[in-house]
Nanobody
Framework: QVQVEESGGGLVQPGGSLRLSCVFS??????MSWHRQAPGKPRELVAG????????HYAAPVKGRFTISRDNGSNKVYLQMRNLKQEDTAIYYC?????WGQGTQVTVSS
């Protein structure tokens, strides 16, 4: 099973930026993605990227503010988050194939 680990979460003020990182133990030929889960809400897809083509897709609430990217050589995927809003507060999870990390907390608060 692929091991997945996220990092980079933290506390940031509204309008601020954070960059999340995800490292995984072996490459998957499919897609990598970031998801988030806020308290009392279901987990939702934030952004995804295909390993080979680099094609990306984003959920409507984050389009234009978040950027997903990957580094195939080092088995990493990133999520650059800009202009953060309080509603972005959630635990962010990285998914690689069918494997998930434990998540990293992002809190947006003044």
């Amino acid at each position: 099973q692929v091991q997945v680990e996220e990092s980079g979460g933290g506390l940031v003020q509204p309008g601020g930026s954070l960059r999340l990182s995800c490292v995984f133990s072996e490459s998957d030929d499919g897609a990598m993605s970031w998801h988030r889960q806020a308290p009392g809400k279901p987990r939702e897809l934030v952004a995804g990227i295909f390993r080979d083509s680099g094609a990306t897709h984003y959920a409507a609430p984050v389009k234009g503010r978040f950027t997903i990217s990957r580094d195939n050589g080092s088995n990493k995927v990133y999520l650059q988050m800009r202009n953060l809003k309080q509603e972005d507060t959630a635990i962010y999870y990285c998914q690689v194939g069918v494997s998930w990390g434990q998540g990293t907390q992002v809190t947006v608060s003044s």
